[in-house]
């Protein structure tokens, strides 16, 4: 297994954030804003965000009064998001893959396709036994992960980015099972490239549906973009669900 946990180095890796969170931030907030004024959750709810990553979902809903709670399997993010931590704002190292708190939040949130690394469907069963294991009964989940058709429709194959004077060449391809991402990192401050591999499962609206409910959770809304628009399943870019303990 170690062999296959790639996301463990780099979930760590400073380009890593710099190439997906830095410049993300507006988006971000109004997603989560998105999110709070369609859910409405009562003053007192107790959230849990899984697979926090440095924490700026946990930031926002924190500001909006909830308590909050992050966890993520990378120490160096964790360690980054402790500087935020107050009375209702709570940071753990924790693998999305082992038990948490039980019984114990309103609202569970696992964002940004923070999901679908792992080796094996029972590893992502796992994970979604947590999040159902997490909330009280009629607490609620939402899970934003990419849309599977509309990313195999559109697939960028080639792509160079340059963010603050390092370059990110990203290589994509898919099978059936998998989309897949070669970066190659290079860096004035490096002696050498860095090179990364992104794998992650091709789990559709059905995949969830059974997953979900296998835990005791049913899917009661899904949307397709951050702006909460309708689900197609060739349009819009995000699969993102709601689904309710029973």
């Known amino acids: ?10 979930f760590n890796s400073s380009y890593y954030h710099k190439l997906y969170f830095d410049r993300d931030e507006k988006e971000a907030e109004a997603f989560m804003q998105q999110l709070i004024q369609h859910l409405r959750p ?30 993520d ?15 209702n704002l709570h940071f753990y190292v924790h693998d999305m893959r082992l038990l948490f708190w039980i019984n114990y939040f309103d609202y569970a949130f696992n964002l940004f396709t923070s999901f679908g690394y792992f ?34 429709d559109r ?11 390092t370059i990110y060449e990203i290589h994509r391809w898919h099978t059936d099972t998998h989309f897949y991402k070669k970066i190659t990192v290079t860096d004035p401050a490096l002696s050498h490239p860095l090179f990364h591999e992104e794998k992650v499962a091709k789990f559709s609206l059905g995949d969830f549906t ?9 899917v009661t809304e899904v949307f397709g973009d951050y702006q909460l628009n309708p689900y197609d399943i ?12 029973q």
């Not at 959230?47 to 909006?64: E, N, P, W, Y």
């Not at 159902?132 to 899970?143: F, Q």
């Not at 059974?210 to 049913?218: E, K, N, V």
Request: charged letters at 25%; one cysteine or more; hydrophobic letters at 40%.
């Open 155 to 165: 697939l960028v194959h080639n792509e160079v980015k340059s963010i603050d004077g």
């Open 42 to 71: 009562a003053s007192n709810s107790r959230m849990v965000d899984i697979a926090c990553g440095k924490g700026r979902h946990s930031k926002f809903l924190a500001t909006q009064g909830f308590d909050v709670t992050g966890i």
């Open 1 to 10: 297994m170690a062999a296959a946990e790639w996301y463990k180095d780099w």
């Open 73 to 87: 399997i990378s120490p160096d993010s964790i360690q980054f998001a402790q500087q935020f931590a107050s009375d």
């Open 234 to 245: 060739r349009k819009t870019p995000r699969l993102i669900l709601i689904a309710q303990k």
């Open 210 to 218: 059974d997953m979900l409910s296998f835990q005791g959770l049913q």
């Open 119 to 152: 080796a094996t469907r029972r590893e992502h069963d796992d994970a979604i036994r947590t999040i159902a294991a997490s909330l009280k009964p009629s607490g609620k989940v939402v899970i934003d992960y990419l849309n599977v058709h509309y990313v195999e």
